[in-house]
């Protein structure tokens, strides 16, 4: 029997899975990048995370997976939803604070279209691709863009998309 500690996989394979119903597992690499802008000196910097290790790699696993349950809201994680969350805003303050990481974006994305692949749960329509961020202020305080829209207009960019 599989243990509890990973409920989303659980859940589906003992409460979903049926002979009606075929599951696919697949592995997303994740391309974690830090960016780094300081108008007053002309400076921009655009790097991977593997080449500064400014957050752990614990860490990042931790931020990415606390913002995907948070962004996606998945009827299998609400058992755990108030714990996720606690962990996650206090990786967000702790990243803050020590590296001075005021937000993170999130693009999960597959290249081209495909029906078997696109990503969607009760909270969120289906879709090849889903742009979203949490931002963490001076005071502590998180904020979640939830469309691309929204999360270029709090940089100050207006787009249409």
């Not at 243990?3 to 119903?21: A, C, M, Q």
């Not at 990243?95 to 749960?121: D, V």
Request: with cysteine; net charge negative; glycine share 6%.
């Amino acid at each position: 029997m599989l243990s509890r500690k990973h409920r989303g996989l659980t859940d589906i394979i003992y409460n979903v899975g049926s002979e009606n119903y075929d599951f696919f597992l697949f592995v997303n690499v994740c391309h974690v990048r830090s960016t780094t802008v300081d108008p007053g000196y002309g400076l921009h910097i655009y790097t991977t995370n593997s080449l500064t290790d400014e957050v752990s790699i614990d860490d990042e696993r931790h931020l990415i997976e606390g913002a995907l349950i948070e962004y996606f809201q998945c009827e299998s994680q609400k058992l755990n939803k108030k714990t996720e969350r606690v962990s996650f805003e206090k990786r967000m303050r702790a990243i803050r604070s020590e590296n001075k990481i005021e937000r993170i974006a999130i693009w999960l994305g597959i290249e081209g279209e495909c029906e078997y692949f696109n990503f969607y749960s009760s909270e969120r329509s289906a879709k090849g691709d889903h742009i979203f961020s949490y931002e963490i202020n001076k005071d502590q305080e998180i904020t979640h863009y939830k469309t691309p829209k929204e999360m270029y207009s709090s940089f100050g960019i207006e787009v249409e998309l």
